[in-house]
């Protein structure tokens, strides 16, 4: 951008707006042209100063992050970065319901007491506020719907009559490197079932959760979900999209024995994997870039399950997951790509594309349709060699 990022910061803490006004302004390229310390203050300074961002706390007077997050991508469609200061659930839970309200990312607030805690802490704000403030976000309805309710429409009014002067997965991981990722041996054995990666990143957590809300509790394929998102976050992740999956949803730990009808979340942070026993393995691998990384996931899927793997890349920036789609298709197996006109950033689905290694592009509420027909015809052959057995 030619001109500084305009951001909006919104939090009931005075000292919290100072300090991430303090931390993010150190960048030239930044401006915080505003501070609210509710909802409704952040719904009339957001129509009135038209942000390029919005740092949203979750809990505040008056409204809360999510209603506030709802009536602005319905009204006044602005980016939005969540900041938290607690990973307590009920936080967490809200925190994802503002991400599938049309919030793009989460992050927990600055809390470093030691200088380089906030050195990391100012680095990982900027660096999103930069990538988030490009995104052209669309509008979302569902505010528009539930501002037919007293609460909402005495709120409306007032805006309209003022103006303004826990835990991680408790196993060690086991060390794998990209290498062992990506040549692990199917010794010869026919998959019992098929299994289903799914990667995502900047826009994903709601995608994810409509496509798996589509699939069907019995679906004879288990689902792995690799999922970008900041430290602290994914245990809360799996948690929230347990909450309306037809299938039992859970966070990733060594050793787990996966089996079909089930969701497997990978912890953030961690790469994860399964074998050719249907087992789960969590890596440290530092060499990789994104951690969990799609790439590393759907390589190994691929070198397991072969022609019964199936890939899902879906919104994101960079180019995590393109490689590991090639990987699945060369290998036989099924990959989609999600669409440009529903993305929020169409960056790894457009790498993906480029090499080729996408069988299918789909509007994302498309997905879970073709995802059960393919699993259908697999679970058909697997039933069939079985028989033949």
């Not at 010869?188 to 900047?202: D, H």
């Not at 993305?343 to 994302?364: E, H, K, N």
Request: net charge neutral; glycine share 8%; hydrophobic share 45%.
């Amino acid at each position: 951008m030619s001109q500084a990022i305009r951001v909006l910061i919104v939090d009931d803490s005075a000292l919290m707006r100072q300090v991430i006004a303090g931390l993010i302004e150190q960048d030239p390229s930044i401006q915080v042209v505003g501070y609210a310390s509710d909802g409704r203050e952040a719904i009339a300074l957001a129509q009135k100063l038209r942000p390029d961002i919005v740092t949203m706390d979750v809990r505040m007077p008056v409204m809360d992050g999510l209603e506030t997050t709802e009536y602005l991508m319905a009204y006044c469609p602005t980016p939005i970065l969540v900041l938290t200061a607690s990973l307590a659930r009920y936080d967490v839970d809200i925190t994802f319901k503002m991400l599938d309200a049309g919030a793009l990312e989460v992050l927990e607030k600055p809390n470093g007491h030691s200088p380089a805690e906030l050195a990391q802490a100012r680095q990982v704000l900027i660096q999103r506020i930069k990538v988030l403030a490009r995104v052209k976000v669309v509008t979302h309805l569902r505010g528009r719907r539930r501002s037919t309710s007293s609460k909402l429409e005495t709120i409306t009014a007032r805006i309209s009559a003022r103006t303004l002067s826990t835990s991680q997965a408790s196993a060690a991981p086991t060390r794998f490197t990209m290498i062992e990722a990506t040549t692990i041996a199917n010794e010869g054995k026919t998959p019992k079932f098929p299994l289903i990666v799914i990667g995502a990143s900047t826009g994903g957590p709601r995608i994810v959760n409509q496509i798996l809300n589509n699939l069907p509790g019995d679906l004879p394929a288990a689902v792995l979900v690799v999922q970008h998102i900041a430290a602290g976050f994914s245990l809360g992740l799996a948690e929230w999209l347990g909450h309306t999956s037809p299938m039992p949803v859970r966070l990733g730990k060594e050793g787990h024995q996966i089996m079909p009808g089930e969701i497997i979340v990978a912890p953030d942070q961690t790469d994860i994997l399964i074998d050719s026993h249907s087992v789960v393995h969590l890596s440290n691998n530092t060499a990789s870039i994104h951690r969990p990384s799609i790439d590393i996931s759907m390589q190994a899927a691929a070198a397991i399950f072969g022609e019964y793997a199936i890939g899902v890349l879906l919104t994101g920036m960079g180019r995590d997951g393109a490689q590991g789609m090639l990987a699945i298709k060369r290998q036989g197996g099924y990959t989609i790509a999600q669409d440009e006109t529903t993305c929020t950033i169409f960056g790894m689905p457009r790498a993906a594309i480029q090499l080729d290694a996408a069988s299918d592009v789909l509007a994302a509420p498309a997905i879970a349709h073709h995802l059960i027909a393919r699993v259908g015809q697999l679970a058909q052959t697997l039933t069939l060699k079985r028989g033949e057995v």
